[in-house]
T-cell receptor, first 114, second 110 residues
Framework: DAGITQSPRYKITETGRQVTLMCHQT?????MFWYRQDLGHGLRLIYY???????DKGEVPDGYVVSRSKTENFPLTLESATRSQTSVYFC?????????????FGEGSWLTVV | QKEVEQDPGPLSVPEGAIVSLNCTYS??????FMWYRQYSRKGPELLMY????GNKEDGRFTAQVDKSSKYISLFIRDSQPSDSATYLC??????????FGKGITLSVRP
């Protein structure tokens, strides 16, 4: 059971480059999320999606683009990477946060922008 | 004021100690409460889940929610070195978006 997988796990890129972080889940969960985790800030929501073709901004969406053409995939694109986007990025999925459901995280993608 | 506030730590305790981790929240609409555990260089994983006020026990772990004071707690009894991790509280209402505390790093010394 693969669950939720992220790629790449580690990436170094240059300022101004476009970077795409991939996320794939095998549970057919409706909801998918992208968080970034930084020291002193904890986990912050970048974007989320309630279903295919439905996306919405989270707390820190600037500089990021998402799409969700298929239920199982939710890529996150940094259109022009900046040093402030150096972070650990976590993708997550959920069938919905009611009725005892919760959110499941991937292993993370470590991104360094130089 | 952030919606969920968590003591920043870090926290270091000797093996066998009782650990108390705490969070406060501001939105009275929150009704689902969770604790996640995150080991170094790993994704967070669900540790405890509670709905509304009350206690929930799972082995050495007890989650407690007091909605009247908007207070969330996690107690770890007989703490072990394997409990060394970052613990994050989280809560949500009906909109399926989790709001996390910043996390506290716990170290249990053998």
């Amino acid at each position: 059971d693969a669950g939720i997988t992220q790629s790449p796990r580690y990436k170094i890129t240059e300022t101004g480059r476009q970077v795409t972080l991939m996320c794939h889940q095998t549970w057919s969960h409706s909801y998918m999320f992208w968080y970034r985790q930084d020291l002193g800030h904890g986990l912050r929501l970048i974007y989320y999606s309630a279903a295919a073709d439905i996306t919405d901004k989270g707390e820190v969406p600037d500089g990021y683009v998402v799409s969700r053409s298929k239920t199982e995939n939710f890529p996150l694109t940094l259109e022009s990477a900046t040093r402030s986007q150096t972070s650990v990025y976590f993708c997550a999925s959920s069938p919905g946060l009611n009725s005892g459901n919760t959110i499941y995280f991937g292993e993370g993608s470590w991104l360094t922008v130089v | 004021q952030k919606e969920v506030e968590q003591d920043p730590g870090p926290l270091s305790v000797p093996e066998g100690a009782i650990v108390s981790l705490n969070c406060t929240y501001s939105n009275s609409a929150f009704q689902y409460f969770m604790w996640y555990r995150q080991y170094s260089r790993k994704g967070p994983e669900l540790l405890m889940y509670t709905y509304s006020s009350g206690n929930k026990e799972d082995g050495r772990f007890t989650a407690q929610v007091d909605k009247s004071s908007k207070y969330i707690s996690l107690f770890i009894r007989d703490s072990q070195p394997s409990d060394s991790a970052t613990y994050l509280c989280a809560t949500t209402g009906a909109n399926s978006k989790l709001t996390f505390g910043k996390g506290i790093t716990l170290s249990v010394r053998p």
